[in-house]
């Protein structure tokens, strides 16, 4: 029976050594600009109090009147004022430009050229391929047109290169969705989902962490390969 790839000696030297390359490589980024926190001006108190005036006497009670019973054919609105149900805090086309630009700083080409959004019945979708072994899917809000989550959907050959190709989208997509993180939190989001974790099972395997509003899970199994998602940390 042939060894399952994550249980040979190579690929966990080639793993580690590609962490190793991005973190540093993202390092000598992060250095070069300083991060800024974003805040938001606290809502200013209102200086004076409403006073209401005093209630008017109830007046006298009128008989009961019966309401009437509704017509069969009688349309119900309903009110959109359901909360989205999560979104990571960028529209498509947002998404797109911090992908691309995360894909730039990493030298990963993996560019986004077109992500056309398909209408569906609940909430809009993309797919995409990034390499041969390599799709990306998303879901977006239909009520504000913000995305709720991405997945990287991939897998490897055997070969260094696909071990290489999936690190690399995965890494982009924690930049594109967090980019002010340094690479030392990068990496310790793959270790938290045991991506680079030599005990971890990947014939079956799920885990989770979240930073900054976003959840990132890894789910993995012999049958469907590696799911890497970013999504809304609130969202269960």
Known sequence: MKKPLYKKWWFWVFLFLLIGF???????KDE???LVASTQPAAKADKSEATKPPAAPDPEPKPESKPKPAAK???????????????IGMTAK???????????????????????VETGPAQDTFKLQISDLIFMNGSINK???????????GGVDGTPESVTDLMLS????????NPSLEAKQRGAILKDVGLTDEATDFSDHKASTSINKIKYTLNSSTELGIWFTASDAKEK
């Open 143 to 153: 009520k504000d047109g913000s995305v709720r989550e991405v997945t990287i959907i």
């Open 94 to 116: 947002e998404f797109q430009t911090a992908f691309n630009k995360a894909s730039d700083e990493f030298g990963a080409l993996y560019s986004i050229d077109n992500l056309k």
């Open 32 to 34: 070069d600009k300083d």
């Open 73 to 87: 054919d009688a349309v119900v609105e309903k009110s959109d004022d359901k909360p989205i149900p999560g979104t």
């Open 22 to 28: 991005i973190g540093s490589f993202m390092e000598k």
């Open 170 to 177: 995965i890494g982009t997509l924690i930049a594109a969705t």
